[in-house]
């Protein structure tokens, strides 16, 4: 059974940093590419960071340059480092991984910033 567990979200000030972290488990983790999602109230659930299982990344415009994914396949862990923090970072944010063609899904860890 495939289980993603995210922590390390807060209230954190404009300009600040946070790092989330998901752990995975139930998949061979280095094989699956992992992804990051975030969702605003009244808004729709969208991409803000994802990493192959080769390491390659990739964002949107939105967080480029602010946000950073990792991963650490001894660890089975995947992490967000963000950076320069905006209020309209505030969202609850995702774990996601696909495998056999079915997503899997975090609980969501709350990020707010503001002052």
């Known amino acids: 059974q495939v289980q993603l567990v995210e922590s390390g979200g807060g209230l954190v000030q404009p300009g600040g940093s946070l790092r989330l972290s998901c752990a995975a488990s139930?998949?061979?983790?280095?094989?699956?590419?992992m992804a990051w999602y975030r969702q605003a109230p009244g808004e729709q659930r969208e991409l803000v960071a994802s990493?192959?299982?080769?390491?390659?990344?990739n964002y949107p415009d939105s967080v480029k340059g602010r946000f950073t994914i990792s991963r650490d396949n001894a660890k089975n862990t995947v992490y967000l480092q963000m950076n320069s923090l905006k209020p309209e970072d505030t969202a609850v944010y995702y774990c996601?991984?696909?495998?056999?063609?079915?997503?899997?899904w975090g609980q969501g860890t709350q990020v707010t910033v503001s002052s």
């Open positions: 996601k991984t696909n495998r056999r063609l079915n997503d899997y």
């Open positions: 139930g998949i061979i983790f280095r094989l699956y590419a």
């Open positions: 990493i192959e299982s080769g390491g390659t990344t």
